[in-house]
């Protein structure tokens, strides 16, 4: 499954964590603002705002998992499965695909208020990019440096929920998830005190007991819960190599190593990779499963007004620095 | 506080966190086969096993606190703090400075079962290095590819146990932290079975959940649980960069970050710094806090034969790779 | 707050503790078939099935916690406080006072499939009974012998649902209670098996170790579970005071003592009392908290064709046994 | 398996729950002064303290599970299965077999110090009262209105335990029993605060939520930490009605019902018996699985200096008080 998270220093960051058996060959993607974005029921978009994001582009097409566009404005698509449901197409809505969403919003929302706006007139269709190509099963995250919101198209429509901790997993849905944070809110990062019984004279053993109680599998609610309480104690600099690197560690607490989740075709759902994006400066970051140097494509270093995507292929090979080479 | 493991595939690895709020300034350092080990109260050593690990060198002393020898075998000093306890010079006992403990263990012994044996003849002594620098309280993990052992000097002198998970973490005492695992035995990494009732209809919303109750708090029983299943869950390919990272992915599940080990002076425990050691190639690798990237130094790209110490400070700077530079 | 409990042999029983800091004055009330039901925005009735259960009599009219009809209709009413909403009083509902419910069902209804439908008639109203008797926030477990059901009013209106493990506490809202129980799927009555790892000799120290996980603390959320667990894997007798005992021992699974729970007013809640009802036969058993002694009011013992109610006062005084007398 | 515990209001409580899955055939029991206790390597004790608590009277020998002397002294065996290892009868040493401990102990000694004196000269030898009747594997808690011990006898000999919170299960050893408490600092009788996150207004959505992570299964260490928190947050009147109510209540939260702990040969554990003894008084207190009402047999009706042991039947017919006659 996956978690993503923001965090605000000086810049606004937002990343999230791709966790899966195996990958469909996703790359680092910049659309620039001229590159014509084609929706289905909607008209083309032949200017819009910049995006950089994880995508699987097929056919020239940019589907992301997760992105920033050039305002600030970031978006990612976590599994929902079991719950997500998709509308037939409506008049009067704006119909827009599920694979769609992302550029649909982040091409001409500045923040995620627009973004709330837009929202509100959108109808989700299960339309498929292709028929091979059935589409997942999704929720979304929405943040500026202001505000994250979650996104939620189930049985009884298009949700919007403010999302005060400004993270997301899985199921069950946010309503859910976040109820049960009420069940923790005695965890602490400081040492607990003693309210058992003044009859006994506990012992603090270890530093870090404040937090025991905090769940430490695998499993998307407890993602959430772990995931929410280290983004919401998180401390760092305010610098750009700080920033990134507290992010990482962040989404590292959630990380899937490989061999602790099982499925039932014998493989093994890992952390394929984890992307931090500095949303403020359009920088993409990410690590992979197999490369935990942290690699970086700026947006702004490409030309932005082009009308072809760019792409970058993800580096995998653990980069190792010999230091008495 | 710290946690340790170790790791087979083709070759055996062993490392460690070291989590605390500052550092000592340790560097990795390479002690060769003729450096003159002195001893406070045992002959000097002048031919020894060279050995590689990270240090505090005071007064061109390696004070280990991880090492591996050029036999292959691993030992690491974690924080024990309320229960270690030293015992004074003894006749008949090889006597051994608790600061001399790792040199002297790794400067003989060619796997865990030598240890074992000379741990036997020793009594561990509270002599400090020198008056300033007071012994910090620890036990050990000493690992070689087939077995592990962890040895404590409590009140009742010194113990020795088989480590059956190869893993160690800091308090309570060994014997209870593998007592605790009997109460995670039902913890699995495939999903669970409903023994709940069978007139229930109830699902597995997520992956993962076979190892729902596994506790993800930083405090030293909490991670000593979850690395131990980290660890003997783990599965990875037997090449060198597979099992190095995979090494990295399993102490990476008891990390700590930045302000959710908050401290009485309102300072943070992080993990300062990650090692790997191929114990089997004499190749220490590491990672810190501040630099993700691996960094590598390898023992048998030095002169083992020399007689002089070879350090290398920790590379601490973040080194982002710009993919479209 | 409070637990209710269904369970089945060769009769059909139905119960609930009342948890909460003082006593209003409960009796166990018998309503005979022919005392005049008053309602506020409907008919009076004059002939209805005869009900017995544990009531606040106000003004000569029972306000009941909970009650069996003699077709062997069960409901209870349990706090519900933060997410109970009634409504106004609409055209063409039957416009019910939210204390008239029990009433309404029990008088009418010979089992759950019928007070099913006539839920789906009925708008529950805020009106009360009198100007200084606030209504308290509910919701509702109505049963037979077939099944259960949960009544929710909430700000979505009026919400039944299945209620398979035939048990209610209090918060959250029924659907979220029934979620949580995925997540303690595992648990079993029988000891664990080690799926933690085969290199690990773990061992069942003590006996009921397959329930590990299940929560003993009195929220009710935790009290779901744990009543839940209880219930469903309960076994008795078929005969009366085997099924009437191993009830007690179901809803003492969730019996708060006094001191475990503090309010903010310094007062501690408690289970005043806990009733089960032998609804086949239309027994009201109870006992009190200072009264661990069965005590029973048989309704076929009264004259069930009269008009009067008939009331019973809690026997609480502990009612010890001298064996050596 | 089983659970002991203390309580003190004006008199001193003390009592046990028998947890297993079937009876020996227990009886409540007097010694008056003048029955002549044989033992098997010791003078018999032809004056001594009356007893009175439950046993097992095997060929006019009261083989006692749990007892209370005249003096207020109370004594109670618990298993131990795994841990408790007996010694070899010893010269120098005062040598009692395993099932005349709680006889040795409580015919002489006025209080916990005297017991524990005599303790420090006992060998408890695993001598069997018939070839037939191998001993139970057992530990002891010893306690007067002051003070309460654990007595274990393992394979480093007899140790005895300062027992603060007054209460006692099963395995593992009593130090782990009290170091696991540790663990369980934080939890409270009230509410708990937010801790987690000063960005998130979480809420109490339930009475009771200031002891969430107490653990609710049936292991002896669960019901370690049950029954600690239980007791040591009790709060009741001082009478005798109160207290002795109150501690069945303390008790209660431990009790194990039918069905939730299953045996490998298909059998259930249940609590058979759960005393009560007003030390202070000398009556002795009980409810039995089949039967929730008080019994009580109290020692000072009986002829105390007599030379035969006086005996009751356990009441185990459940006694429903019918209020409608």
């Given amino acids: ?73 970031g978006m990612a698509g976590l599994n929902f499965v079991g719950n997500a449901v998709y509308g037939e197409v409506r008049e009067g809505k704006e119909n827009v695909a599920v694979f769609e969403l992302i550029p649909y919003i982040l091409s001409q929302c500045e923040n995620a208020e627009e973004a709330r706006e837009l929202l509100g007139k959108i109808q989700i269709t299960d339309t498929r990019f292709k028929e091979q190509l059935p589409n997942g099963r999704l ?73 025991l109680g905090l769940p430490g599998d695998l499993s998307s609610a407890s993602r959430f819960v772990r995931v929410a309480f280290t983004k919401l104690h998180a401390r760092s600099g305010e610098g750009e190599a700080d920033s990134v690197g507290q992010f990482f560690h962040i989404l590292g607490s959630v990380e899937q190593t490989r061999g602790c989740c099982e499925l039932e075709n ?13 949303a403020t400066k359009g920088i993409y970051y990410y690590t992979t499963y197999t490369n ?14 082009g009308t072809e995507l760019i792409r970058y292929p993800m580096l995998e090979e653990e980069q190792i620095r010999l230091q008495n080479a």
């Fill in 292 to 305: 935990r140097q942290i690699t970086a494509v700026d947006m702004h270093r490409e030309k932005l007004d």
């Fill in 139 to 211: 929720h979304w995250i929405i943040a500026d440096e202001k505000e994250a919101i979650t996104v939620e198209s189930g049985t009884e429509g298009l949700k919007i929920y403010e999302n005060a901790p400004g993270v997301l997993t899985n199921n069950p849905p946010f309503p859910m998830q976040m109820f049960q944070l009420n069940n923790y809110m005695q965890l602490s990062s400081r040492q607990p005190e003693n309210l058992f019984s003044d009859q006994l004279s506990l012992e603090t053993y270890s530093r870090g007991m404040g937090a």
């Fill in 1 to 73: 499954m996956c978690t993503a998270a923001t965090y605000r220093t000086k810049d606004f960051y937002f990343g999230r964590t791709l966790d899966y058996e195996f990958s469909y060959g996703e790359e680092i993607t910049v659309t620039p603002r001229n590159y014509p974005f084609s929706f289905r029921y909607l008209p083309e978009k032949r200017k819009h705002y910049a995006i950089i994001g994880m995508a699987h582009v097929e056919e020239d097409y940019p589907l992301y998992y997760d992105a920033v566009n050039e305002k600030g404005l």
């Fill in 266 to 278: 014998g493989k093994y759902e890992i952390t394929i990779y984890t992307s931090c994006c500095n």
